[in-house]
C-alpha cells in the first residue's frame, strides 16, 4: 500500500494538499473504498478509506517515535547527493546535513543546490518507507560549521580504517559520511571515527549502511 502525504492530520481527518491530491487521484489511481495510509511529516500516521475528496476520515491515527539520528554527509555529484538524501529520508533521519568538503565536486556549490528539489526528494523517501518525520534538510555547510552544528551532539564519522566498528558506538547520534573523494587528513581529525567493514562504498551506500547500523543500535 503506498503512503500518501497529508498537509495536516488532526481530529481523526487528514487533509491533502491539491498536488497530493492529483499524485493520489490520477497517478495512484485510488478508489471509493481503498484503504489509504498517511503521512503528515510531523510523526502522524493515518489510516483511512479513499473518499474521492481532499479531506479524509480515518480510521486510527498513531504517533511515530523520532530516531533523534542526524546525517552528515560529504557532497558529490548531484546524482550521488540526491541518492543519499532519498536513503536518509527512508532510513529516518531527523536532519540531514550537507557538507561542502575539500574534495567536494561542483554539485556542491551553493548556486548549484536545488533545495527545493532536495525536500522533494526526502518527501518521496519518506513516501517510500513510511517515515512519518519529514527530515530537515540544510543548505549545505563547511566543515567548520558541521563542527560548530555538532558541538553537543555525539558525532562518528565513517572511515574504513578505523579502529572501532560502529556497531560498537552506542551513543552516536550523528552520522558523518564522507564525499566521493574521501575525507582529507584534517578533515578525518575533527570527529571520532567507527568503520563499517573493510570495503570502501559509494556515500550514498554508506549512508544507508550506517544508518541501519544506528537504527538497530537503537531497536
Do not use: Y
Not at 135 to 142: A, E, K, L, R, Y
Not at 161 to 181: I, M
Not at 192 to 219: E, H, I, Y
Amino acid at each position: 500500500m503506498s503512503w500518501i502525504w497529508a498537509e495536516r492530520i488532526d481530529n481523526g481527518c487528514a487533509w491533502l494538499g491539491p498536488d497530493e491530491f492529483r499524485h493520489a487521484s490520477k497517478v495512484l489511481r485510488k478508489r471509493a473504498g481503498q484503504a489509504v495510509q498517511l503521512l503528515d511529516g510531523a510523526g502522524r500516521v493515518g489510516v483511512g478509506a479513499w473518499n474521492g475528496t481532499p479531506e479524509i476520515e480515518l480510521d486510527s491515527v498513531s504517533q511515530q517515535a523520532s530516531t533523534g539520528i542526524w546525517l552528515a554527509f560529504g557532497i558529490g555529484s548531484r546524482s550521488s547527493n540526491e541518492e543519499s538524501i532519498r536513503r536518509a529520508a527512508e532510513l529516518g533521519a531527523q536532519r540531514i546535513i550537507p557538507v561542502i568538503a575539500a574534495r567536494s565536486r561542483d554539485a556542491g556549490k551553493p548556486e548549484r543546490w536545488d533545495a527545493e528539489r532536495m525536500i522533494r526528494i526526502a518527501r518521496s523517501g519518506c513516501a517510500q518507507s513510511g517515515n512519518a518525520w519529514l527530515p530537515t534538510v540544510d543548505d549545505p555547510v563547511p566543515m567548520t560549521t558541521l563542527t560548530e552544528i555538532c558541538s553537543e551532539r555525539r558525532p562518528t564519522m565513517l572511515a574504513p580504517d578505523a579502529a572501532v566498528a560502529l556497531a560498537a558506538n552506542v551513543d552516536a547520534d550523528t552520522l558523518v559520511v564522507g564525499p566521493e573523494g574521501g575525507w582529507q587528513d584534517d578533515e578525518m581529525d575533527l570527529f571520532p571515527t567507527a568503520k563499517l567493514g573493510p570495503f570502501v562504498m559509494r556515500t550514498p551506500v554508506a549512508v544507508a549502511a550506517g544508518l541501519a547500523v544506528m537504527l538497530q543500535l537503537r531497536s
